[in-house]
């Protein structure tokens, strides 16, 4: 039988690769046939990526940048650390922070705590569940300026609910916002309402996900309702609750709608001068956009610090 022989010019192409292994024009047919296939999803991360970088990220840069420079009369200068020296020296500025810290404090207590157990008691109820849910987030869905018209009007000393109702229980009443001892704890109660639907319909989403069976389990060992709570709630919903603590912290050290609303922003004797609104200040009243850029970028490097030490505290006790 004949041999037969490879052509020349085949054993040319082929002798500079191995065996098996595809050559460019496969792999770039290969590559171009991912990317034709998976195109609308690039579409949408190059959406998503133009739009955190134009809302969020260039924000951010421009702030950093501002916070060295100072402009008068149409002319920019940098001017190094003198705006953080400025906002450091301004009288205002402990107070500022010593506000926004009990702000945090206080929704801390009412806020986290209190939309947690309202949670428990939905998810305990058989009858209603949609109903109530809708109830309570409803707040939620209301305008902020019209929830707040409806708190100023309920914190009315003459004729405002709350002190009806402590009338009609011959209660003292209270002068609410107009007084610096209960200002503050006024527009917690206030931002609270407002707000704590979402964190309850969280809550109550990593409730229903609780295993039935480790409740019979503490009923068979005798627990009561709030030795469940500690032993099996808590442990169970750790993670939303970390997280859920974790955003309620930075979101209340943010705050500055409710308290310019409620109180004017300053309120009583400055007890409700907030950071936030200390930048509002600097930027819109004396036309000072680097100092509020300074201010701005105390608040972030505080914020950046407080999640870093959170998320190492958290890795650390997991």
């Not at 950093?64 to 008068?72: E, H, N, W």
């Not at 986290?112 to 987030?137: D, K, W």
Request: proline share 4%.
């Amino acid at each position: 039988m004949a041999a037969t022989t490879v052509p020349e010019k085949s054993s040319r192409r082929h002798a500079g690769r191995p065996v098996g292994q595809p050559d460019g024009t496969q792999h770039r047919s290969g590559l171009s046939r991912k990317v034709r296939s998976n195109i609308q999803a690039y579409g949408f991360l190059i959406g998503a990526i133009v739009c955190f970088g134009f809302f969020s990220w260039y924000p951010m840069v421009r702030e950093f940048i501002m916070s060295f420079q100072r402009t008068k009369r149409g002319v920019t200068t940098w001017v190094g650390f003198d705006n953080l020296k400025q906002v450091y020296h301004d009288p205002y500025f402990w107070t500022a922070w010593r506000n926004t810290l009990q702000f945090t404090v206080y929704a801390l207590i009412i806020g986290f705590i209190v939309p947690f157990f309202v949670a428990i008691l939905l998810n305990e109820l058989r009858h209603a569940q949609a109903y109530l849910r809708i109830l309570v987030y409803l707040p939620v869905m209301l305008p902020p300026v019209a929830g707040v018209l409806l708190f100023k009007y309920f914190y009315n000393p003459e004729y405002g609910l709350f002190n009806h109702i402590l009338k009609t229980l011959h209660l003292p009443t209270s002068q609410w916002l107009d007084s610096s001892h209960t200002a503050m704890i006024s527009v917690v109660i206030a931002a609270t309402w407002m707000s704590m639907g979402s964190a309850t319909l969280i809550y109550l989403a990593a409730l229903q996900n609780i295993p039935g069976e480790l409740y019979e389990a503490a009923d068979l060992d005798g627990a009561g309702l709030f030795s469940k709570i500690w032993h099996v709630t808590i442990p169970q919903t750790r993670m939303v609750l970390s997280l859920m603590l974790l955003l309620q912290i930075v979101a209340t050290m943010q705050e500055f709608t409710n308290v310019y609303l409620l109180t004017g922003g300053n309120g009583p004797e400055n007890s409700t001068t907030t950071v936030v609104y200390m930048v509002y200040q600097y930027a819109f009243r004396y036309n000072n956009f680097g100092s509020a850029a300074a201010l701005g970028l105390f608040l972030l490097l505080v914020l950046a610090g407080f999640s870093g030490l959170y998320s190492r505290l958290s890795r650390n006790s997991d």
